[in-house]
Structures are given as structure tokens and as C-alpha cells.
């Protein structure tokens, strides 16, 4: 295996480690409510959009979809533990369409200013896991999930928008490796 070869395996599996850690702590956190408007989990789940759009700009759209379904498998396993089945089937089921759209539109924009990549592909990935995770988890539930999910949205698209931050600090470093890496 080549130097290069080895940082690649080495970066993917950081990212999917760091994306089995936030899915399944936003995962535990998003049963414990704030207020009747936001849970805790909405204060950690955004970071996994900004793990699979640096791996994204970093290693291409493939690595990045690599990231997301090990971490898909494994956040959903430790849910299961860690939350209920409820929560981990919901989560799992949100976390891999949301993720998949924020890879896809992320490629496409990828090549425009740095910053509309990760912020449009956040926005409506966020959009789409709020609505599919709420309904999920806790619709019938008698629990206040539709208040829960227009806070835990809004509290999504502030940290979005607060994570493009971290991404511009971090883009040096996620320069694509290869040409290659732009598919």
C-alpha cells in the first residue's frame, strides 16, 4: 500500500469514526428536550454534515459516501444500544438520505465558491433529516416532536451556517488529493 493509499484509509476511517460518534450522541441527546422547541440533539448533529463535505472536498463524492454508509451501520447498531429502536431505525433511516443528498449536491456545487457547497448541501440535507427524523421518532408519540423539529431546524441551519467557519479554517487541509478526487 502507498503513503498515499495509507492517508487515504486513514482519513476515511477518522471520518467514519467522527461520524459514528456524533450520529449516535445526537442520537442519545435528542431524547433529552431543551425546551418544548429544541433538544440537545440539535446542537450536535450538524457536525456530521460538515465530517461528510470535508471528506467530500478532501477525497471525493465516493469516499465520502464510504464515510456515510459505515457510519450509517455503526451510529445505527450503537443507537439501538445507546437510544431505542425507535430512535436508531428513525435516525438511520433520516441520517442516510439526508447524508447522501448533502454528498450529491455538494459534488455538484463543489467547483463554485468555497462556501455555497457546504452551505446548500447542510441546508436542505438538515431540511430532509428534521422532517424524516421527527416524523420517524416521534410522530404519535404525544410528545411535542412538530415543535421539536421546527426548533431542532432552526437550531440545524444557525449551526450550518456557523460551521461554514470551521470548513474555511479547515480547507487548506482538505485540498483534494488527486485530480481523481473531484468525481
Do not use: C
Not at 55 to 83: D, E, K
Not at 93 to 109: G, I, K, T
Not at 124 to 146: M, N, R, Y
Not at 161 to 172: D, K, W
Request: aromatic share 12%; proline share 4%; no cysteine.
Amino acid at each position: 500500500m502507498t503513503d498515499l493509499q495509507q492517508e487515504r484509509s486513514r482519513a476515511i476511517a477518522f471520518g467514519i469514526a467522527a461520524m459514528t460518534v456524533v450520529v449516535a450522541a445526537s442520537n442519545v441527546l435528542v431524547q433529552y428536550p431543551i425546551n418544548d422547541w429544541i433538544t440537545w440533539g440539535a446542537m450536535t448533529y450538524p457536525v456530521a454534515f460538515l465530517i461528510t463535505d470535508l471528506t467530500n472536498r478532501r477525497l471525493g463524492a465516493r469516499a465520502a459516501r464510504r464515510v456515510v454508509y459505515a457510519g450509517f451501520a455503526l451510529a445505527v447498531a450503537f443507537s439501538i444500544y445507546l437510544a431505542t429502536p425507535r430512535i436508531a431505525i428513525a435516525s438511520g433511516s433520516a441520517f442516510l438520505v439526508a447524508q447522501l443528498l448533502d454528498v450529491y449536491v455538494f459534488d455538484r456545487l463543489r467547483r463554485r465558491q468555497w462556501w455555497l457547497a457546504p452551505l446548500v448541501s447542510s441546508v436542505l440535507g438538515s431540511v430532509i433529516d428534521t422532517a424524516l427524523f421527527f416524523t420517524l421518532a416521534f410522530a404519535g408519540s404525544g410528545q411535542p416532536w412538530i415543535g421539536w423539529a421546527i426548533g431542532d431546524l432552526g437550531v440545524k441551519l444557525a449551526v450550518a451556517l456557523a460551521m461554514l467557519i470551521p470548513f474555511r479554517l479547515l480547507l487548506a487541509a482538505t485540498v483534494p488529493q488527486r485530480q481523481g478526487a473531484l468525481r
